[in-house]
């Protein structure tokens, strides 16, 4: 059994192979690569799964069960007042009690279901949207704000963590800035829209309070984190949240308001900025500047939401940011390296997708989420900057993240399967993807768009109104400033544009008005149309989409395609109906009922059906929702289609141009070397730290280690670096042929044994054993290794380098390209002692350890050259003996020689392993021992548990690493005094490297028993 346990831990000993496949799931569907072995769409639908999503998103949320009073204070679907909920396999929806506590992510939930649906509009002219935005703002606005005597009067709670959920908010609960400005935002849009006067109303007196209380001293943050921090039991630190307020501000400044005292809100967004741009973007490598935003706990760690922000608003300004495309690039991937570093989490790339968590605290497995949202801001800057590799780092990010609905409305957020967050929080299993979905839809719609279809996908001004004709799209915008332009994909080619009425004309670009038109291969169109100072714009054409008109209710159609819409009327007298399809009641029904007037809507639609004949049938119920005064269901139309198309999803994508990464580079701006070759700082690499591990603090080199570095004109690439026992660096690439060149220099003082490093390139060892400083023939010296004829695997170069024999490795800077690359240095390897008698082991006694560490859930350290691993969900300590003489009580400490050993407990049921990786002769014999003390104290400790142990366990390996076999362990499991356990044996024809390991397992807690470790050893007998 011991032998089977440690096993099941050896994924945290050996690191995750590069380029895991993670076995033959992702989320909720089986793995489908394309001919290159990149991640590939599992939806065949023609629509597309992105658009696949979008549907099950919106549904999901058009059919959610209400709440009603007296339970809530008004009627509307419980994720008004709700972030709880359960589904079923078949999708049934069950809401479960709410705590004061859980009813904290209102505001963000709200901020995402009224932008969400604002988008949802524009591309789908679902009018039922309306609805669904209209009963959030008034619920917000009704019972969510602080009292008028309040500091911040009439102000957003926008945290309710304290009050009645389902009723009025308490002002005592958080008052979170950054959150309301981010709901702020989303109901400007909204007003837009729908144009509800109070709306806009409120938005501008949040405006109003945000500049009035902004503090405008050059290098202060103009506001804090809360309007109330003596309600909130962590500091008031407003960082990148900043960029929030900033949004806000800019779209009411963008509507013409400037405040209550005219040019106070620009004023404020200007000390915002300038905050923002001093301040916030010289320290953009610490690891709370993109972070403190998540509403329930201080969250000072890089996180997906202020990174997307902060990314988007600078893309979106860059006349005030003219540095943009390098802070963009820099930050949004800075989030990879630093998301990825928990063993818990295991951030890494799945068939060529990175997937990762939200943040370097949260969420296990649930690595989904976090890539859709950023996968939005990956894809604008590619649009934005014309940029390859961010148009792939978004197109592989989005399909695999998609992999997680059911067409149900069920959401598996686990990588390998099930549910960690989805399965609670359903802000972010439907409204949050709908939103992210769309946006990343709307910036590639060439990729993702629905084919045959026709939709609005991107609009620089928020949409009033779309009519999805036959041959006839018209759409009016809300305001038509100058470059006011839309994005349109559509199944035929426009004969006729016209803008207010007046023709617009083609043109082959728009740096005037008119429109655009790119033939898309599976026979859409893109269209993209300019039309300053007109809102109404409408695009005729020979649609191959068919259309009856409908008379009366109920109604049954047959039609043979693959996609139908159902257009119809909504009305404050709207009501319900049933749609059933081919004879199967659907999930979703049509509700026509709105808070204002809407003809020529869609009321339902159904993309992706099997070609060939369908009925549907349209049944009324004869009531309306809660918030009806009726019960009409007005059909006007079916429209219906059977035009095919192959969408495509990029298949063979990437950059195939040279890419030069500096480690542990930490300015704003490229290095440009004397070739005039730019050298970005690299963030694509992952380090398993361990839970909320500083990556930049932990392992980046971001001060020069050495100025003069010789035989080289560039002496910039070989300053900085970084440093870890394990690290992999992927390389986003094309398919084709790429060199590689890993670039070094020395700087450290270590023997020979610390300074060995193995590379493995697309997990095949290059080179075992490597010393740079050997290689070079001194410190400070300029080392480049090359490796040419490197195919990518699953769409990526995946170079890994470790210490081979438990040090750390090191790395200055690596250059891929396409080609061959001629050149660079032979690699002197270090190599296996082979006399004997000498003790192998590097600090075997523990003599140069000090102090200590502790950890958890894979969490590791290195002590002394001892690689420490904490296994055990509790938290577990390895810590040098002599210092227990300040803890008696705990046990004095005792050696079996010499002044130190190494204590080993936890806080209770403990697993703590402890390593070292040494060269050996292959065919040797070698005697491996350690002495250990188990100590019971007051009869609760070691021994007492079933499954206490001290091990000693050998491991033969073929290279380091790569284990070949294990032998039966050596174990004590009673206390007592000093004993040594000892193992020898012969080492196999293959083995050159032995894992020395000592495992603990021990069930009491530290104030009642530990386990010490003396006098290791590991040495040749013949």
């Avoid at 953009?284 to 760690?301: A, C, E, F, Q, S």
């Avoid at 990029?650 to 050298?679: C, H, L, M, V």
């Avoid at 040494?918 to 499954?947: I, M, N």
């Avoid at 028993?1009 to 003396?1014: A, R, S, V, Y």
């Amino acid at each position: 059994m011991e032998q089977l346990l440690f096993i099941l831990f050896l994924p945290f000993l050996l690191s995750l192979v590069p380029g895991q496949d993670g076995g033959k799931r992702y989320y909720a569907h089986q793995v489908v690569d394309d001919r290159y072995g990149v991640i590939a769409p599992w939806y065949k639908g023609q629509d597309g799964q992105l658009s696949l999503r979008v549907r099950v998103a919106a549904e999901t949320m058009k059919r959610y069960p209400w709440a009603l009073p007296p339970n809530s204070v008004v009627p509307a679907p419980h994720y008004v007042f709700s972030g709880a909920w359960n589904i079923a396999e078949d999708g049934t929806i069950t809401i479960p009690p709410l705590s004061d506590w859980a009813n904290g992510d209102l505001g963000q939930r709200a901020a995402y279901v009224i932008s969400s649906l604002v988008d949802y509009y524009r591309y789908s002219g679902d009018a039922y949207a309306i609805s669904l935005i209209s009963v959030t703002v008034d619920y917000l606005l009704d019972y969510c704000l602080t009292p008028a005597d309040h500091p911040w009067p009439n102000f957003l709670i926008s945290v309710p963590n304290r009050g009645k959920p389902y009723g009025q908010a308490d002002a005592h609960g958080f008052i979170q800035l950054d959150v309301t400005a981010e709901v702020g935002l989303a109901i400007l849009k909204a007003y837009q829209m729908i144009g509800d006067t109070r709306w806009l109303e409120m938005a501008k007196h949040w405006g109003d309070l945000f500049a009035e209380k902004a503090d405008l001293r050059p290098g202060m943050p103009p506001w804090g984190r809360y309007a109330n921090p003596e309600d909130v039991p962590w500091e008031d630190i407003q960082t990148g949240g900043i960029v929030f307020i900033l949004t806000f501000l800019d779209e009411l400044e963008r509507l013409g308001y400037t405040g209550r005292q005219p040019g106070s809100i620009p004023k404020a967004r200007q000390a915002g900025e300038n905050y923002l741009r001093e301040v916030l973007l010289p320290r953009w490598l610490i690891d709370d500047t993109w972070g403190r935003n998540y509403w329930d706990w201080p969250d000072p760690v890089q996180a997906e939401n202020v990174t997307e922000f902060v990314v988007r608003y600078m893309m979106e300004h860059p006349e005030r940011f003219p540095n943009w495309k390098t802070d963009c690039r820099n930050i949004m991937s800075l989030f990879i390296n630093r998301t990825s570093v928990s063993p818990a989490s295991n951030g890494d790339v799945y068939h060529g997708a990175w997937a990762y968590p939200e943040s370097s605290g949260c969420c296990g497995r649930s690595l989904w989420y976090g890539p859709m949202e950023l996968a939005t801001v990956y894809a604008q800057y590619a649009v934005l900057a014309g940029d390859e590799w961010a148009k792939e780092m978004a197109r592989r990010q989005i399909i695999l993240a998609t992999y997680d609905v059911h067409e149900t409305g069920v959401v598996e957020d686990n990588i390998d399967g099930g549910q960690i967050v989805a399965g609670d929080w359903f802000k972010i299993a439907h409204p949050m993807a709908l939103k992210h979905t769309l946006a990343v839809m709307s910036w590639l719609p060439e990729t993702f768009g629905a084919a045959p279809e026709n939709h609005i996908m991107r609009s620089s001004a928020v949409i009033t109104n779309v009519i999805y004709g036959v041959g006839n799209i018209s759409y009016q915008t809300y305001a038509a400033p100058e470059g006011v332009h839309e994005v349109l994909r559509l199944a035929f080619p426009p004969q006729e544009v016209l803008a207010d009425g007046e023709p617009l004309a083609q043109r082959e670009d728009l740096r005037a008005p008119g429109y655009v038109v790119k033939p898309l291969p599976c026979g859409d169109f893109l269209v993209e149309i300019r039309h300053d100072s007109k809102r109404n714009v409408s695009i005729k054409g020979n649609d191959p989409q068919k259309e009856e008109r409908i008379t009366s209710v109920p109604f049954s159609f047959r039609f043979k395609g693959n996609q139908v819409r159902l257009i119809g009327s909504l009305g404050p007298e709207g009501g319900l109906a049933e749609i059933y399809i081919d004879g199967q009641k659907q999930l979703v029904g049509i509700d026509c009922w709105s808070p204002i007037d809407k003809q020529k809507q869609v009321l339902y639609y159904r993309s992706g059906l099997p070609e060939g004949e369908h009925e549907i049938k349209v049944v009324p119920l004869g009531k309306g929702n809660p918030r009806s005064k009726g019960a009409k269901v007005t059909l006007e139309a079916i429209q219906w289609s059977d035009a095919r198309g192959d969408n495509g999803f990029g298949e063979g994508g990437g950059p195939r141009e040279t890419q030069r990464w500096i480690f542990g580079y930490p300015n704003r701006t490229d290095y440009i070397d004397s070739k005039g070759n730019a050298w970005r700082s690299a963030t694509e690499f992952i380090v398993r730290l361990g839970h909320l591990a500083d990556m930049v603090k932990l392992a980046w080199w971001t001060e020069p280690r050495r100025y003069h570095i010789l035989n080289t004109p560039d002496p910039e690439i070989y300053r900085y670096g970084v440093h870890a026992q394990d690290l992999t660096a992927y390389f986003t690439v094309a398919p084709g042929s790429y060199y590689v060149v890993l670039k070094f220099t020395e700087s450290r003082d270590l023997p020979p044994i610390s300074r060995a490093m193995t590379i493995e390139i697309n997990g095949k060892e290059m080179v075992s054993g490597f010393d740079v400083e050997a290689t070079g023939g001194g410190k400070g010296r300029r080392v480049d290794l090359v490796f040419n004829d490197i195919q990518p695997e699953h769409g990526v170069i995946a170079v890994r380098l470790r210490g081979t024999y438990g040090g750390e490795a090191i790395v200055q800077a690596i250059e891929v390209g396409p080609g061959r690359k001629e050149g660079g240095a032979q690699p002197v390897l270090f190599k296996a002692e082979e006399r004997t008698g000498l003790n192998l082991l590097t600090n075997p006694g523990f003599e140069e350890t000090t102090s200590g560490s502790l950890g958890r859930m894979g969490d590791r350290v290195n002590l002394g050259g001892w690689n420490c691993l904490f296994l055990s969900p509790s938290q577990s300590y390895a810590w040098a003996e002599a210092d227990y003489i300040r803890h008696p009580d705990w046990g004095l400490p005792e050696f079996h020689s010499g002044r130190q050993a190494l204590r080993t407990h936890s806080d209770g049921n403990g697993h703590i392993v402890i390593y070292q990786d040494v060269p050996v002769v292959p065919g040797a014999t070698y005697r491996a021992g350690v002495w250990v003390r188990a100590v019971d104290l007051q009869g609760k400790g070691f021994g007492r548990s079933e499954g206490d142990r001290a091990s000693l366990i050998i491991q033969e390996m073929a290279s380091c690493g790569k284990v070949i076999l294990e032998h039966s362990p050596v174990s004590l499991r009673e206390a007592g005094p000093y004993r040594e356990l000892v193992k020898e044996f012969k080492a196999t024809d293959k083995t050159t490297c032995v894992r020395f390991i000592l495992e603990a397992v021990i069930g009491c807690k530290y104030d009642e028993g530990h386990i010490t470790w003396d006098d290791c050893s590991l040495v040749r007998v013949e």
